[in-house]
T-cell receptor
Framework: KQEVTQIPAALSVPEGENLVLNCSFTDSAIYNLQWFRQDPGKGLTSLLLIQSSQREQTSGRLNASLDKSSGRSTLYIAASQPGDSATYLCAVSVTGGFKTIFGAGTRLFVKA | DAGITQSPRHKVTETGTPVTLRCHQTENHRYMYWYRQDPGHGLRLIHYSYGVKDTDKGEVSDGYSVSRSKTEDFLLTLESATSSQTSVYFC??????????????FGPGTRLTVT
């Protein structure tokens, strides 16, 4: 059974710091991995999607990497800002199916 | 932002009453999903639809039913609400199944409290 774990559950950093959020999954048979951002009381906003054949994706200050063999993905945020404060979730889609498995998220707080 | 709305946005209901949540999309995407989000559990799939009148169960479908009579609308019904169904419910859409290369787009959520 696929399980997705995100560590740490919460993280507080000063503004300007570069940071890494971690996501691990137990079954390497995934089709893709997606990182989302969720603001309090809001829905999920897609940040980056990495296909299983890809190693990384970049968007602005965000870079996501994928290592299927080790069951890991990281989301790198450069020069963090208070506006980056949110919960970040990763989700893996199972090959050939309709199932997307979500991690519980990392709650990030960037202090001004 | 993808055109997805959910109604109601907030609802308080009593145990044993029926509840219907609505998801409406303007993107003409074929696939629609209902998730629930609970602290410590992430999002879990309740039901999904792969076309009009075509639906199937997800991992936490007990106590829920769905219907899709039009491409743009996907309804989630709690036949007899229980306190364990207190949660935040999210609708999502995608152009292709979530197990392929297409992103899922999420609605704003419905906060349901069952007293």
């Amino acid at each position: 059974k696929q399980e997705v774990t995100q560590i740490p559950a919460a993280l507080s950093v000063p503004e300007g710091e570069n940071l890494v959020l971690n996501c691990s999954f137990t079954d390497s048979a995934i089709y893709n991995l997606q990182w989302f951002r969720q603001d309090p009381g809001k829905g999920l906003t897609s940040l980056l999607l990495i296909q299983s054949s890809q190693r990384e994706q970049t968007s602005g200050r965000l870079n996501a990497s994928l290592d299927k063999s080790s069951g890991r993905s990281t989301l790198y945020i450069a020069a963090s800002q208070p506006g980056d404060s949110a919960t970040y979730l990763c989700a893996v889609s199972v090959t050939g199916g309709f199932k997307t498995i979500f991690g519980a998220g990392t709650r990030l707080f960037v202090k001004a | 932002d993808a055109g997805i709305t959910q109604s109601p946005r907030h609802k308080v209901t009593e145990t044993g009453t029926p509840v219907t949540l609505r998801c409406h999309q303007t993107e003409n995407h074929r696939y629609m999903y209902w998730y629930r989000q609970d602290p410590g559990h992430g999002l879990r799939l309740i039901h999904y639809s792969y076309g009009v009148k075509d639906t199937d169960k997800g991992e936490v479908s007990d106590g829920y039913s769905v219907s899709r009579s039009k491409t743009e609308d996907f309804l989630l019904t709690l036949e007899s609400a229980t306190s364990s169904q207190t949660s935040v419910y999210f609708c999502a859409i995608s152009e292709a199944p979530s197990g392929t290369g297409y992103e899922q787009y999420f609605g704003p959520g419905t906060r349901l409290t069952v007293t």
